[in-house]
Structures are given as structure tokens and as C-alpha cells.
């Protein structure tokens, strides 16, 4: 596997040592850890601003937002290729007017492998899903539910492989509701579930378009936790300028008296107060606690462009 005197003078120093940082810092009590390695936006190389890593032990995965040389991109593979943990690279070309495509670049690639964020397990798909089944900007809202979950009921709504649902029955969750439209993405959910060997009747699962079925979700409630992680642009299931404000308005009455609240919002070119202000307008009974932290990996110059997750409680 080792192509120890590959030439790399293509590859500026900023982007081997980002990745070369990265990827020690994935290494926890002698497990690799599902991380970014380099995020283009954060690094600001501007050739690179198009071009993520992501480590997904034992495969890393190039995604192309938008042509890098190839040159440059066959200097990238090989030089994840000759890293001793790396078994297999796969480069994904996606964006905006791009079909998303998957190639393997070297090594072997299974269709589904199991990766590792702190002591929980998640399944993933390197060469089929956009997203490869774990979103990995959202670790700290992970790590934040896992914390806050003991015996607490949570609505995950948007819930994709439920990620979020896995997370607050590992912190002691006694049941959370996990709303998506795809029933695909449930399967893969509850799929981790069982990775993890969590009791089955802590998780529920509903495959339905909730801005239609709100008195079906509210049943199983009122709820102490709610993770609200919608997509930004989803023409014909959910666009968040114009639904985001659907799902505030139902809040109250799903929710407990002093329930909390995780709101995302990951466009990046609108901030966290078109957030805010809406939560003011619509349920003003619930009070800004916090904002988390972007993970270090995909931290940007523009704190605004990242991944927005704001902590609300009703007071
Ligand atoms: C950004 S992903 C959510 C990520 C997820 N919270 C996580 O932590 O991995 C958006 C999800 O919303 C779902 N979705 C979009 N519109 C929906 C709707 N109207 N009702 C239910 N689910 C919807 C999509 O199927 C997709 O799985």
C-alpha cells in the first residue's frame, strides 16, 4: 500500500499538514474516530474552498463541490492512500447541476462499514448515500443531547439514520420519536440502534412528511427534548425559509414546561438570527440559552457560514 516516494509538490503544506493533524487527532484510545480531515472553507487555500475529507475509518472520502485539477486530485488520493490506516479512497463529485458520482480511487471499498464517534457506533455508505449516513458537523449536538437525555422523552424530528435518537438513548433517554419522511433512512436508523445494542422499545420510528401528521407526532408527547435538524432546501418536502416557521408554531404544544429545545440551521448564507427571530416571534415563552460550538474540523474564518445549533429552553 506504502507510496513513500510519490511526489506531492501539488499539494500545498497548509493542506498535508491539516490532514496529517486531522487525522491523529481521530485516533482515541487506539480507534480512528469518524472526523473531516480537511474542510476547503475552513483551511481557505483558495484553489481548495471546493474540496472536503472526510475520514470514514478505514476509507477517506474526497467530495468535489465543484472541478479541482486532476492532477491535483490523483496527487490527494495517493496521498491519503500511502497513510497506513487508510484501506481504501473514494472520490465523490457532488454540487449544485452536478449528479452525484462515486469513484474508487484505490483499495477496496465495502458498501457498508461501521465507524466510531466516541463510544458509539453508526453505519455508513461510502459509495451510495450524499451524506454517507452521518452528518459529522453535528458531533457537539450529539455529544450535547447525549448529556441532557436521562429520562427524558425526545422528539427527534428530521431524524435521517437517526443519529441524534442513538445519542440520547446511549445518555438514558426513556424514549425518543424519530420523524422522517424516508422510510430508508428509519431502516438505517434502526439499524444503529441495534449496533449499539440499545433496548428497541426506547426508539420509535415514523415515516411521515410531519408538516402534515402533527397530531399523529404529538401522541406519543409531550416531549422534555426537541432536535429540530431540517434540511435547507428541500423543493416539495421542506424549504426553510417558508417551513421553518410550520414547525415553531407547533412547539408548545408538543413540548413539557421546562422542555429544551436544539435548533439547526445549515445554510450558509443566511445566519443564526433568522433563527432567533423567529423563535421571538413564534414561541417567546422559550429563551435563548446557548449556541454550541462548531467542531474544531470544520470550524470557518465566518462563524455565521457554519452549521448554526442553538439551545432554547421554555421558561
Ligand atoms: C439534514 S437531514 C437531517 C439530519 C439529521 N437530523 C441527522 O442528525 O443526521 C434532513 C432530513 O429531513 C427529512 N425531511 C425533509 N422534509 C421532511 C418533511 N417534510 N417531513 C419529514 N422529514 C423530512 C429528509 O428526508 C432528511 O432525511
Same mark, same amino acid.
Given at each position: 500500500m506504502s507510496q513513500s516516494h510519490e511526489s506531492f509538490n501539488l499539494l500545498p503544506e497548509q493542506l498535508t499538514s491539516w490532514v496529517d493533524e486531522q487525522l491523529a487527532a481521530s485516533l482515541l484510545h487506539s480507534t480512528y474516530q469518524v472526523r473531516r480531515l480537511f474542510h476547503g472553507r475552513s483551511a481557505v487555500i483558495d484553489a481548495f474552498t471546493p474540496l472536503v475529507v472526510d475520514w470514514l475509518p478505514p476509507v477517506a472520502v474526497i467530495r468535489l463541490y465543484d472541478d479541482i485539477d486532476p492532477k491535483v486530485l490523483a496527487q490527494l488520493s495517493s496521498y491519503l492512500w500511502q %497513510?497506513?490506516?487508510?484501506?481504501g479512497v473514494v472520490v465523490q463529485e457532488r454540487g449544485r447541476n452536478r449528479n452525484t458520482t462515486f469513484v474508487v480511487a484505490h483499495g477496496e471499498v465495502d458498501q457498508q462499514i461501521v465507524v466510531q464517534e466516541d463510544e458509539l457506533s453508526y453505519q455508513l455508505t461510502p459509495l451510495t448515500n450524499q451524506n454517507s449516513g +452521518? /452528518? +459529522? @458537523?453535528?458531533r457537539n449536538g450529539r455529544r450535547w443531547l447525549k448529556e441532557q437525555a436521562k429520562d427524558c422523552k425526545v422528539l427527534n424530528l /428530521?431524524?435521517? !439514520?437517526?443519529a441524534f435518537s442513538v445519542a440520547a438513548v446511549a445518555g438514558g433517554a426513556s424514549l425518543v420519536v424519530n420523524v422522517d419522511l424516508s422510510k430508508r433512512v428509519l431502516s438505517t436508523g434502526r439499524t444503529n440502534h441495534q449496533l449499539n445494542k440499545? @433496548? %428497541?422499545?426506547k426508539a420509535k420510528f415514523m415515516p411521515l412528511d410531519m408538516l402534515k401528521s402533527w397530531s399523529r407526532i404529538k401522541k406519543p408527547g409531550p416531549y422534555d427534548i426537541v432536535v429540530i435538524d431540517p434540511p435547507s432546501f428541500q423543493p416539495?418536502? /421542506?424549504?426553510?425559509? %417558508?417551513d421553518y416557521v410550520k414547525v415553531l408554531r407547533r412547539l408548545t404544544q408538543l413540548t413539557t414546561d421546562n422542555a429544551k429545545v436544539l435548533l439547526c440551521h445549515n445554510d450558509? !448564507?443566511? @445566519?443564526?438570527a433568522f433563527v432567533k427571530e423567529l423563535m421571538t416571534q413564534e414561541c417567546p415563552e422559550f429563551k435563548f440559552i446557548a449556541r454550541l460550538e462548531v467542531p474544531e474540523d470544520f470550524?470557518?474564518?465566518?462563524?455565521?457560514?457554519s452549521c448554526k445549533v442553538l439551545i432554547y429552553q421554555r421558561d
Amino acid at each position: 500500500m506504502s507510496q513513500s516516494h510519490e511526489s506531492f509538490n501539488l499539494l500545498p503544506e497548509q493542506l498535508t499538514s491539516w490532514v496529517d493533524e486531522q487525522l491523529a487527532a481521530s485516533l482515541l484510545h487506539s480507534t480512528y474516530q469518524v472526523r473531516r480531515l480537511f474542510h476547503g472553507r475552513s483551511a481557505v487555500i483558495d484553489a481548495f474552498t471546493p474540496l472536503v475529507v472526510d475520514w470514514l475509518p478505514p476509507v477517506a472520502v474526497i467530495r468535489l463541490y465543484d472541478d479541482i485539477d486532476p492532477k491535483v486530485l490523483a496527487q490527494l488520493s495517493s496521498y491519503l492512500w500511502q %497513510k497506513e490506516a487508510v484501506q481504501g479512497v473514494v472520490v465523490q463529485e457532488r454540487g449544485r447541476n452536478r449528479n452525484t458520482t462515486f469513484v474508487v480511487a484505490h483499495g477496496e471499498v465495502d458498501q457498508q462499514i461501521v465507524v466510531q464517534e466516541d463510544e458509539l457506533s453508526y453505519q455508513l455508505t461510502p459509495l451510495t448515500n450524499q451524506n454517507s449516513g +452521518l /452528518f +459529522l @458537523d453535528m458531533r457537539n449536538g450529539r455529544r450535547w443531547l447525549k448529556e441532557q437525555a436521562k429520562d427524558c422523552k425526545v422528539l427527534n424530528l /428530521f431524524s435521517y !439514520t437517526c443519529a441524534f435518537s442513538v445519542a440520547a438513548v446511549a445518555g438514558g433517554a426513556s424514549l425518543v420519536v424519530n420523524v422522517d419522511l424516508s422510510k430508508r433512512v428509519l431502516s438505517t436508523g434502526r439499524t444503529n440502534h441495534q449496533l449499539n445494542k440499545h @433496548d %428497541k422499545n426506547k426508539a420509535k420510528f415514523m415515516p411521515l412528511d410531519m408538516l402534515k401528521s402533527w397530531s399523529r407526532i404529538k401522541k406519543p408527547g409531550p416531549y422534555d427534548i426537541v432536535v429540530i435538524d431540517p434540511p435547507s432546501f428541500q423543493p416539495g418536502s /421542506f424549504v426553510a425559509q %417558508k417551513d421553518y416557521v410550520k414547525v415553531l408554531r407547533r412547539l408548545t404544544q408538543l413540548t413539557t414546561d421546562n422542555a429544551k429545545v436544539l435548533l439547526c440551521h445549515n445554510d450558509p !448564507t443566511q @445566519d443564526s438570527a433568522f433563527v432567533k427571530e423567529l423563535m421571538t416571534q413564534e414561541c417567546p415563552e422559550f429563551k435563548f440559552i446557548a449556541r454550541l460550538e462548531v467542531p474544531e474540523d470544520f470550524a470557518e474564518p465566518d462563524i455565521e457560514r457554519s452549521c448554526k445549533v442553538l439551545i432554547y429552553q421554555r421558561d
